[in-house]
């Protein structure tokens, strides 16, 4: 009976330990995760994927190679579950063009400005925008922004010749998947 006493302690503070290194590491715990994360989300992720505004684009832009297909899916960080849906292409040309064309596009899809326009990038060119469209209790977002080689880098995405030829940029819509509002990336 002692020896029994002495597992469930050692269990207890085991399991203690697992929980609060979880929270030490941003990391939750197989309860938490299953319990707040992206189970039951396949619905709304394809209501995401159904938005006009990511098959949408500018006159001359192309889709480059290994960006082919709309990515869509729900990923878990820190424990905040995201919903997500996006498209990247390449355009030869001004980056206000882009700007101009989803300013056009969203509004038209009963999107609406959810700040000022992200103002320039260190070439002196537009850097990006962010848009939201509430939906009863949750937020959604619309981002669209220029693709840099750090943010390939992180992503682990090589990118191809295409991105030599013109800027790349990426049409973003994000949703919170415990409805809670959404955000642009900075």
């Given at each position: ?25 941003g990391?939750?715990?197989i ?10 989300t396949?619905?709304?992720?394809e ?7 990511l ?10 190679k ?15 579950a ?5 498209r990247?292409?390449?355009?030869r ?21 959810a ?18 469209r ?6 959604t977002a619309?981002?669209v922004?220029?693709l ?11 990118p ?11 049409v ?15």
């Open positions: 009976m002692a020896l029994h006493t002495g597992t469930g302690r050692c269990a207890a503070l085991l399991s203690t330990v697992a929980v609060a290194a979880g929270a030490l590491t990391c939750q715990s309860a938490d995760a299953s319990a707040s994360g992206c189970d039951g396949e619905s709304r992720v209501k995401l994927e159904s938005y006009g505004v098959g949408s684009r500018p006159e001359g832009a192309i889709v480059p290994g960006f082919e297909k709309l990515e869509s899916d729900c990923w878990q960080d820190s424990g905040d995201q919903l997500y849906a996006s990247t292409y390449v355009l040309g001004d980056k206000a063009e882009v700007a101009a064309h989803y300013r056009t596009v969203a509004e038209q899809e009963g999107w609406k400005p700040r000022p326009d992200q103002g320039s990038s260190n070439d002196g060119q537009f850097a990006g925008l962010c848009f939201t509430a939906e009863g209790d949750r937020a619309l981002d922004y220029f840099t080689k750090e943010i390939l880098e992180a992503e682990e995405r090589k191809g010749p295409e991105f030599g030829s013109g800027s790349g940029y990426r973003e819509i994000t949703a919170a998947a415990d409805g809670s509002p959404a955000d642009c990336s900075d």
